[in-house]
């Protein structure tokens, strides 16, 4: 019966629930930037450089026997989910980052205090 105590309180720790969310969350965000590297920026950059190359579709690219064109096409797609996720991640990183300069702008009241007691031991050495 201990096992399965032991089990139950592993599972539902709070940090194991977190992550169990976080994978969730992050395969459904994973999606979404796919999506919009699929649907709309890779057509978007590789519809004109494939009719500049008279071709229709990126996976027909061969030089001789050696067929580039997937993966060229896999390279294109890690670099916009790379861009796409440095730009999201770096636009969080401006909010988080407004967001504390708005709470840290007045100081606490621990801070004011400790202020003033450096300011009497000042007052008081001159």
Request: a positive charge.
């Amino acid at each position: 019966m201990s096992y399965i105590k032991d089990f139950k309180t592993f599972i539902f720790r709070g940090n194991v629930l977190e992550l169990a969310v976080a994978v969730i969350i992050g395969a459904t965000f994973g999606s979404i930037v796919s999506s919009l590297v699929d649907d709309i920026i890779t057509p978007l950059l590789l519809t004109p450089a494939l009719n500049a190359a008279n071709v229709q579709e990126i996976s027909k690219l061969s030089w001789g026997a050696v067929k580039y064109g997937n993966f060229l096409s896999a390279v294109i797609k890690f670099l916009l989910n790379a861009l796409v996720l440095f730009s999201i991640l770096k636009a969080m990183n401006v909010l988080i980052k407004k967001e504390n300069n708005n709470n840290s702008a007045e100081p606490s009241n621990a801070d004011k205090l400790l202020a003033e007691i450096r300011d009497e031991l000042i007052k008081n050495r001159g």
